[in-house]
Every structure is written in structure tokens, then in C-alpha cells.
């Protein structure tokens, strides 16, 4: 019942969030120490999926079955697995598929994007387009193909696309 609870929270704060800024930009927040970060022009490929998920939040690649493939290969060329484990349900790092997140913002996508392009205090470097070395990291388009594969190993139907969340949660 706790574990329903924040994720609620989370994801009432991300609803407002979102809805007050409905026309602009989403505003991206380091989970390192809660500012704000742009994404340099190189970390983008100008995708409809980027464009999207830029202006709204919204992961469109979750549910789109050769873009989570793509993030799989992805999530084990970046050696994600290492740390999150083969199904990202955790190993020496934190499990990444829920119900509970050791960040709570990652019920979202953009909290999760937020997360791994930044990196956290507790380890994990950033794995965002010019966060560790000006020429390389993950673009914008590769991370949304992770996070939406990483959505396909959670049991309990986080989709991380917050509408979807806000009707699930609110049924039960």
C-alpha cells in the first residue's frame, strides 16, 4: 500500500509538472542535485520519437516491439547490464523495472531518462551525448529505445508514459 502511495505522489507531481508546461518544452532535472540540463544539439538525430518526448515526456517507442529490440541491444552494449543485471531487475545496482525505484521520479519516462542521462550520486556515471566525454554518450533517441524496453521486464505494467500510469493506479 506504501509502495501504491508514492508512486501516486510521483506521479501526481508529475502530471502537474507536465500540464504546466503542456505547450513549451519539458524542463530536464539532474537526479544528481535537482538543475536543470539542456541536451546539446549532437545528442540528437531528430527523431518524432525525440520530438515528442521533448515537448510532452512521452516514451512513444513503448508498446513498438523492433524499438524495444534495438533498446535491449542497447541496454547490453552500454554494459548496463553489469550493474542492473540481463532483465534490468537489478544486481549490484538497483532493480530499473518497479513497482518501487530507488529514484521515485523513474515511475516516468523522463525521470528515468533524467536519471540515466545525468547519472546519480550513488555510482552511475551519466550516459547522456556529451555528459562524459564531449564526443560520446547515448543519444536522445538510443535512451528512449532503452527505457522503453526496460518498460517490457516489469510485471506490474509501468509503461512510464504518465496518462497511462495516473488510469492504472487510480483503478486499483
Known sequence: MLNK???LSSLLIAMISVAGIAS???KLIKTTDGTEFTIPKEGLKGTPAEEEFLKTGKNIYVGDAEAEKRGKKRFGYWSCT?????TAKGQVGPGLVGPTFKYPKDI???GMFETIWWGTNGGMGGKGFGV???DDGLSVDELLKIIAW???QGSQGVTGNEE???KKFLKN
Open 108 to 110: 516516468t519516462n523522463q
Open 24 to 26: 513549451a518544452k519539458v
Open 132 to 134: 562524459m566525454a564531449a
Open 82 to 86: 553489469q550493474c542492473h543485471g540481463p
Open 150 to 152: 526496460v518498460r517490457t
Open 164 to 166: 497511462d500510469q495516473m
Open 5 to 7: 502511495k508514492i508512486i
